[in-house]
């Protein structure tokens, strides 16, 4: 205790007993200007932009779908880069329900996922996943032909492994083995067709939303496969190596950062 940070108070204890005391304590928390201050965070910091303003393009597709989407939709996420850009710009709204595999890292959870979720609720399901994860359980694709289930699937296909390929171009010299290099998409389009469901592929942004607009307004079934272009997207922020969680790349000028901080920053 104490080594980086100093606390105010030191509580050395088995955290089973310490939380059986707080228990039996009546608590109320003060909270309004913390969330005040947080909202000023999400005004200043848009998911939709980088510190630089430049549009986060996979950040303004999932906030697109989360415009047109309706109160009851179950939203079931895939695992990849786009997990992350729904968790930013996905705004959830009354009666839906935002289902992932959490810290499983379950790639291609989100077609079986949300079979389940509309035949157990009788409401739409959505769909968001990546090129890499959807292939795992493709072949789902004739339980919503057969059944017509009101399932609609957005495909953010950016045609590598978003995830892992980020952690290499951060800490293994960008040497993308099995995340880009050997490594293929199919047409997701076709795909679809075979298995007798509606499907389009697009990439330009005024298409886009176009598309998520018209798919949105009906429950019929329907695949929408989003070509994310060269630019190799990545999350942003994200954490950097040796830096705390309030500190992430691209990083804040130091004025900045301080300006927030009731402790200074630490630096690596």
């Known amino acids: 205790m104490n080594r980086k940070i100093k606390i105010d108070v030191a509580i050395q204890s088995d955290v089973k007993d310490f939380l059986k005391q707080l228990n039996n304590k009546k608590l109320t928390p003060i909270i309004a200007q913390w969330q005040e ?22 950040n303004k597709i999932i906030s697109l779908i989360s415009q047109y989407s309706k109160p009851g939709d179950q939203v079931c996420v895939d695992v990849g880069l786009h997990q992350m850009w729904t968790a930013q710009s996905f705004e959830v709204k009354e009666n839906q329900r935002v289902l992932f595999s959490g810290g499983l890292g379950a790639m291609g959870c989100a077609l079986p996922t949300a079979i389940g979720a ?4 009788n409401k739409r399901a959505i769909v968001i996943a990546g090129d890499g994860g959807f292939q795992m359980n493709i072949q789902e694709l004739e339980v ?40 293929s998409v199919p047409n997701f389009k076709n795909i679809a067709e075979a298995y007798g469901i509606k499907s389009h592929t697009v990439s330009e942004m005024n298409e886009i939303e176009t598309i998520i607009k018209n798919s949105l307004s009906n429950d019929e079934c329907e695949l929408i496969d989003i070509h994310l272009g060269e630019n190799k997207h990545l999350v942003e922020p994200r954490l950097a190596g040796n830096k705390p969680m309030e500190d992430m790349a691209p990083f804040l000028e130091r004025e900045e950062l301080e300006s927030h901080m009731i402790i200074k920053p630490l630096e690596s």
């Open 37 to 58: 201050k947080v909202l000023t965070y999400k005004e200043s910091y848009s998911s939709l932009i980088t510190i630089k303003a430049e549009e986060k393009m996979p």
């Open 118 to 121: 509309t035949m157990g609720t």
């Open 144 to 183: 919503l032909r057969r059944r017509g289930l009101p399932i609609k699937i957005f495909i953010m296909n950016n045609a590598f492994l978003g995830m892992v390929r980020q952690m290499q171009t951060e800490f293994l010299n960008k040497n993308y083995i099995g995340t880009q290099n050997d490594y």
